[in-house]
């Protein structure tokens, strides 16, 4: 196989047959958060794939250039965090200056980035999974393309149910875990499109 197929492979995947929300089941307090506007939601995925991609790029580099040489790996958790909390504290401000709109719809949302498990599981999969420095930067793209998906498809479903007729007992996060659920399921069908 080709290392442009392979690549095209490792995309798709994360997109759809190994998505880190309805698959991996990481990122859900964003995912069940965010997903009430499809507005909020576009602006969300769009911040989760650019820090996921930069925390990529510089963890990549951190494990590969400091914590190997200085055999500090076992550090790996504690350096991808700061490094993580940087890149959203950087997001937060540009998104406050350039989209003040998008900023206030996101709320507490935005900071919850740093803490949002799919940036950091992404970067420890990379990895584990021993990617070199293109396959991580493709991985990271697709995971974030995969985590908009996943929100933006999440946000249109709940905006449908709320002019539904949803019964009283099911109106809010109960009728989004049962809906949430379902999506995982569907998901489902991709597992074993893509080996890996």
């Not at 790996?73 to 709109?101: D, Y």
């Not at 991580?136 to 249109?156: D, Q, R």
Request: charged content about 10%; glycine content about 10%; some cysteine.
């Amino acid at each position: 196989m080709s290392y442009g197929v392979k690549l095209i492979l490792l995309f798709v995947g994360a997109v759809f047959v190994n998505n880190f929300v309805l698959m991996r089941f990481l990122g859900l307090c964003p995912y069940l958060g965010v997903s009430k506007q499809t507005d909020s939601a576009v602006g969300m995925g769009m911040a989760v794939i650019f820090v996921m991609f930069l925390a990529s790029v510089f963890t990549w580099l951190i494990y590969r250039f400091v914590l190997i040489p200085l055999d500090l790996t076992w550090m790996r958790t504690i350096f991808f965090i700061l490094v993580i909390a940087s890149l959203v504290q950087t997001v937060e401000i540009v998104m406050q200056k350039s989209m003040p709109g998008l900023y206030k719809s996101l709320g507490i949302y935005l900071p919850l980035i740093t803490t949002n498990c799919a940036v950091l599981g992404l970067t420890v999969l990379n990895i584990d999974k021993s990617y070199d420095f293109v396959e991580s930067l493709v991985h990271s793209v697709g995971a974030g393309v995969g985590f908009t998906l996943a929100l933006v498809l999440m946000a249109g479903l709940r905006e449908r149910m709320e002019v539904g007729n949803v019964p009283k007992a099911m109106r809010g996060l109960p009728i989004a875990f049962v809906t949430a659920g379902l999506m995982s399921i569907a998901f489902l069908g991709f597992a074993g499109l893509i080996p890996g």
